[in-house]
């Protein structure tokens, strides 16, 4: 069965460095989003991509973060300089369709500590 | 986009028992979903239900839905060790993104 995959599986980096994290959809999808979990909240959205650009952001998707397809296959999430409170869980989601007809299917995440 | 409401917010049954979860959101919807997701770990679609429908079932799963009472319950039946999890329900109105709530954390007891 077609899975979403996250690479790396944790990511360990000092604050203000740069990280990014990588997703592969699946391969049919459209849709694609990032989301995070800071440990014990809930799961936040961050960004939606389709059609190669950005189509709906949060508060949290600031200026230091951005997200490419550089590829016909890979979704990846750059921050630019880490914080501590970047600490979480990023999740990857892609989707056939809108939220509104489809279901969206979710990586296994990377955890990203920040020192 | 809003978010659901679950209830309870922790529910722990005997494994072979039924679970039942309730949800609650405020406008209406084109769809509500549910998921779950295993301990700080991806989170899982489980069953979409569409606005016009009242009622789904998939495997041990069974989803109801009350658009006039603004209420979704998902029902898990014969319970086992590997349900454990936090459950969400997403009501889906014309947004891409899904919003979560906090949940309903399923401890199922052997």
């Known amino acids: 069965e077609p899975e979403v995959t996250q690479t790396p599986s944790h990511q360990v980096t000092q604050m203000g460095q740069e990280v990014i994290l990588r997703c592969v959809p699946i391969?049919?999808?459209?849709?694609f989003y990032w989301y995070r979990q800071i440990l014990g909240q809930k799961v936040e959205f961050l960004v939606s991509f389709y059609n190669n650009e950005i189509s709906e952001k949060s508060e949290i998707f600031d200026d230091q973060f951005s997200v490419e397809r550089p590829d016909g296959s890979n979704f990846t999430l750059k921050i630019r300089s880490t914080k501590l409170e970047d600490s979480a869980m990023y999740f990857c989601a892609s989707s056939e369709d809108r939220a509104s007809y489809n279901e969206q299917f979710f990586g296994p995440g990377t955890r990203l500590t920040v020192l | 986009s809003q978010q659901g409401e679950e209830d309870p917010q922790a529910l722990s049954i005997q494994e072979g028992e039924n679970a039942t979860m309730n949800c609650s959101y405020k406008?209406?919807?084109?769809?509500l979903q549910w998921y779950r997701q295993n301990s700080g770990r991806g989170l899982v679609h489980l069953i979409l239900?569409?606005?016009?429908?009242r009622e789904k079932h998939s495997g041990r799963l069974r989803v109801t839905l009350d658009t006039s009472k603004k209420s979704s319950s998902l029902l898990i039946t014969a319970s086992r060790a590997a349900d454990t999890a936090s459950y969400f329900c997403?009501?889906?109105?014309?947004?891409?993104?899904?919003?979560f709530g906090q949940g309903t954390r399923l401890t199922i007891n052997p």
């Open positions: 239900i569409r606005s016009n429908e």
């Open positions: 997403v009501p889906i109105q014309g947004a891409q993104k899904l919003v």
């Open positions: 391969s049919n999808h459209l849709y």
């Open positions: 406008t209406s919807i084109n769809n």
